[in-house]
């Protein structure tokens, strides 16, 4: 069984740019989670998609997208990159089943930095 | 506003004591609470977590209790190791099927050999 994996690890982008992180969820789960993680804070949620359809979304501007393929794996997309955006980007994937609590499994992140 | 609050950003111990890390929540939609151990360059990993139906759960050496009216959780490791070296995180969300997460800010522990 493989857990969740992030591409890439690092990665620098210049503001006003754009960039696409990308998320394999755990075998069997199909919901994945995204948040930011800004230095000392702790993770904020980003938005959630379920089976393929965004489901829930935090205090995050247009310019974050994501989408959901057929497989569960998903992208995060930033548009009009900010120095603001530079942060750790986190995954998570889950299988919520009705009136049962289920933990969500973390990927190792995406590191981002924006100059 | 931050309805997830860990007020310690950080916490020595002793190898072998007890560690407490503490959390308060404000959002009484909130049922279900998790904790997440965080190493350097690594995603978050679950530790333990508890219902609002209960008061306590223990998974070997870390106890999460939870204290409703006080809004308030703890999690207890004992003994503790520097294995446990880490970045604590609390997290929140009501019962059931939503898997938001609402997280605090996080404590460093540091066990001391």
């Known amino acids: 069984e493989t857990g969740v994996t992030q591409s890439p690890t690092h990665l620098i982008k210049t503001r006003g740019q754009q960039v696409t992180l990308r998320c394999s969820s755990q075998s069997g789960h199909n919901t994945v989670s995204w948040y930011q993680q800004a230095l000392g804070q702790g993770p904020q949620f980003i938005f959630q998609y379920y089976r393929e359809e965004e489901n829930g979304r935090g205090n995050f501007p247009p310019r974050f997208s994501g989408l959901q393929f057929p497989n569960y794996s998903s992208e995060l997309n930033v548009n009009a990159l900010e120095l603001d955006d530079s942060a750790l980007y986190l995954c998570?994937?889950?299988?919520?089943?009705?009136?049962?609590?289920?933990?969500?499994?973390f990927g190792q992140g995406t590191r981002l930095t924006v100059v | 506003d931050q309805q997830v609050k860990q007020n310690s950003p950080s916490l020595s111990v002793q190898e072998g004591r007890i560690s407490i890390l503490n959390c308060d929540y404000t959002?009484?939609?909130?049922?279900?609470f998790l904790w997440y151990k965080k190493y350097p360059a690594e995603g978050p990993t679950f530790l333990i977590s508890?219902?609002?139906?209960?008061d306590k759960n223990e998974d070997g050496r870390f106890t999460v209790f939870l204290n409703k009216s006080a809004k308030h959780l703890s999690l207890h490791i004992v003994p503790s190791q520097p294995g446990d070296s880490a970045v604590y995180f609390c997290?929140?969300?009501?019962?059931?099927?939503?898997?938001?997460?609402?997280f605090g800010t996080g404590t460093r522990l540091t066990i001391i050999p």
């Open positions: 998570a994937s889950s299988f919520p089943r009705q009136g049962v609590n289920t933990e969500a499994f």
């Open positions: 997290a929140a969300r009501p019962n059931f099927g939503n898997e938001k997460l609402t």
């Open positions: 508890i219902s609002s139906i209960k």
């Open positions: 959002n009484s939609m909130f049922d279900y």
